[in-house]
């Protein structure tokens, strides 16, 4: 009897495993609720870092890679950017700055206010502008 029941319970578990799974449908709300803002604040962030270093270290041997670097910026932010002007089954769009301030955001790790995840989230650009800003200027004093 029981190698009966072993063989009925292997062959159930082995039905539920190969049941197809309907797909889920991945996230909607491409803006994030993020204003655009904060975007052109990070992106004005890393080219104002490039136009550090450019300026700093100016070589004809540097063009060519700071146009590289500029098309990697523009295309690491354009790409979102399109995809979240797709037009999904819904209707929602980026908060305004205000709202956006008002309201806060709901994150993963609970809800912050807008102040605090504007600084999270500009925290970064805003350090790689300082550190360009330092490496050009300790390259100036040596």
């Known amino acids: 009897m029981s190698k009966h029941h072993d063989l009925q319970r292997l062959a159930a578990n082995a039905v539920l495993v190969a049941a197809p799974v309907a797909p889920q449908r991945a996230c909607t ?8 803002a904060l975007y052109a604040a990070s992106i004005g962030s890393y ?23 500029v098309a990697f910026i523009a295309i690491l932010f354009g790409t979102p950017m399109m ?3 797709m037009k999904p089954d819904h209707d929602s769009r980026a908060l305004t700055m205000s709202q956006f301030l008002a309201r806060g955001i709901e994150t993963h790790t609970g809800h912050n206010t807008g102040g605090t995840a504007a600084v999270q989230m500009l925290i970064l650009p805003v350090l790689v502008v300082l550190w360009g800003i330092a490496v050009v200027v300790v390259a100036a004093s040596v």
């Open 83 to 85: 995809w979240a002007r």
């Open 29 to 36: 709300d491409r803006s994030f609720e993020l204003p655009t």
């Open 47 to 69: 080219l104002a870092f490039l136009a550090i270093m450019a300026v700093g270290f100016q070589s004809p041997d540097m063009i060519l890679p700071m146009v590289i670097f």
